[in-house]
């Protein structure tokens, strides 16, 4: 049997489906800094509020002045963040604040509604500040869709990676598991928020980024869940095989979850790829924007709860909020702050 059953190409946003319900792949190439932590450039060509359309290599996404998102709900979901490269400053409704990036993840149970702004800082006034990152929506069961918010940080140093040799002159394939089982790592996954479906134990939930060196292979293993349903998104490199198929070029490929499946990189560049995985949750959908639930009148009572209360409201004093020009991480909930 061909594991491979549907081929798609990589858009903005990717295609996913249950229990995920977004995946974007932010890829910015922004200038040096202008001091204010937004780009040392014109923003001619980007249409300030709304800026999506990569004028220049780089987005302004809803910032004005700093990119990325300034304050937002939501409510019924999660998002997992991973930044690959550059900065992320958090703040949220709770009075909870963040900055992370370089390999960090932020996974956030936003739960029965929390309001949190998500910029960017460009912190580097000599020299570009190229930002990466993806960021996944995963779905949250009926049963937790309204817990309590919050926010659990996955230090770069903590998250596990495999690292296997692979192929001539020491190329290797390099494994990162956010989530999910994986035979042979050196540590256990860092464990997920406890209302996450991530948590339950048949989920089966894997979210993983390999990168093959040139000419290095990976096995990747068959899922555990007879129901797993699984998507790899192949996004950086030339040319690799997916179980012994070329691929044309960069896409979404859901494959079959119980199959093994050989990837390949026969290109000259490090080839990397995004696993997405897990037992649908199965439920029905509504989904208006930022708030996803059940049943349409629960979204109606989104609507309503948010207009009444704004999910805590904004207590920062500003929008776009930038925790300042040092790039030392940390995350502050109350009176407690953690640094990686």
């Known amino acids: 049997m061909n594991p491979i059953l549907k081929l798609a190409p990589l858009g903005f946003p990717w295609p996913t489906f249950d229990p995920f ?7 910015d190439r922004y200038p040096k800094a202008n001091g204010r932590y937004g780009p040392a450039a ?4 980007h249409s300030l509020g709304q800026d999506f359309n990569n004028a220049d290599g780089w987005r302004m996404y809803h910032g004005q002045g700093v990119p990325g998102f300034p304050p937002h709900p939501h409510r019924g979901f999660e998002t997992v963040t991973i930044v690959r490269r550059g900065w992320i400053d958090h703040a949220d409704s709770l009075g909870a604040a963040a ?4 390999g960090d993840v932020q996974w956030l149970t936003a739960g029965k509604g929390i309001v949190h702004g998500e910029m960017f800082p460009l912190l ?9 990152l993806f960021q996944i929506w995963l779905n949250l069961p009926a049963r937790s869709k309204m817990a309590d918010p919050h926010f659990t940080m996955f230090w770069s140093k903590d ?18 598991c956010i989530a999910g089982h994986l035979a042979a790592l050196p540590a256990e996954p860092l464990a997920p928020p406890p209302h996450s479906w991530a948590s339950a134990d048949d989920s089966d939930v894997a979210i993983w980024t390999v990168q093959l060196d040139p000419s290095a292979a990976w096995t990747l293993p068959a899922a555990s869940g007879p129901q797993t349903r699984r998507q790899l998104y192949f996004f950086a490199g030339d ?6 198929q070329a691929m044309a070029g960069h896409a979404a490929i859901e494959l079959h979850a119980g199959s093994a499946v050989e990837l390949v990189n026969h290109g000259g560049a490090k080839a990397e790829f995004l696993l997405l995985q897990g037992k649908p949750i199965g439920e029905p959908v ?18 309503a709860d948010y207009q009444r209360t704004q999910f805590g409201g904004w207590p920062w004093p500003e929008a776009e909020l930038v925790h300042g020009p040092d790039a030392a ?3 502050k909930r109350g009176d407690e702050v953690e640094r990686p």
């Open 159 to 176: 998250i596990p990676h495999l690292a296997v040799p692979s192929g001539p002159n020491g190329a290797r394939a390099e494994v990162t």
């Open 21 to 27: 319900l977004f995946c974007v792949y932010h890829d």
């Open 239 to 244: 040319k690799v095989t997916v179980a012994g």
């Open 329 to 331: 991480r940390f995350a």
């Open 99 to 102: 900055r992370y990036g370089q």
């Open 42 to 45: 014109s923003l001619a060509g």
């Open 124 to 132: 580097d006034t000599e020299a570009p500040n190229p930002l990466e």
């Open 286 to 303: 509504a989904q208006y924007g930022p708030f996803v639930m059940n049943t349409e009148a629960e979204i109606r009572q989104a609507f």
